[in-house]
């Protein structure tokens, strides 16, 4: 199992490399909020990031709203934020980059 990141290496690992996801309200994940220029690049967005999701075997939960896709990361079965969900989403934000 992986360890979970607490505090200030979680805040620290945000500041570094994650700039806008913020730690979720339930403390046990991180979130940010992508808004793209219409639906379409919104869904296209997601099926990008799915790819890199199954790949990992790390599935985001998240949901689409016309041209929001909102975003949590939590490893469940370590029970918080660990440097997988780090890893997914520093690659959501390389794809998200040249789509906004």
């Known amino acids: 199992m992986t360890d979970v990141m607490k ?4 805040k620290k690992a945000l500041a570094d490399w994650l700039p806008g996801w913020e ?3 339930s403390g046990d994940a991180i979130a940010k909020s ?3 220029k219409d639906f379409r690049a ?3 967005f997601m099926n990008d990031v ?11 939960d998240w949901s689409n709203s016309y041209n929001t896709v909102d975003i949590q ?9 660990t440097e ?7 690659i959501i934000e390389s794809k998200a980059s040249g789509k906004q």
Do not use: K, Q, W, Y
Request: no cysteine.
């Open 7 to 10: 505090g200030d290496a979680l």
């Open 84 to 90: 997988r969900d780090i890893e997914l989403a520093r």
């Open 50 to 60: 799915a790819d890199d999701a199954e790949r990992l075997n790390h599935h985001p």
């Open 34 to 36: 992508f808004r793209f």
């Open 73 to 81: 990361l939590t490893t469940h079965d370590a029970g918080g934020v």
């Open 23 to 25: 730690v979720a309200s």
């Open 42 to 44: 919104a869904m296209a």
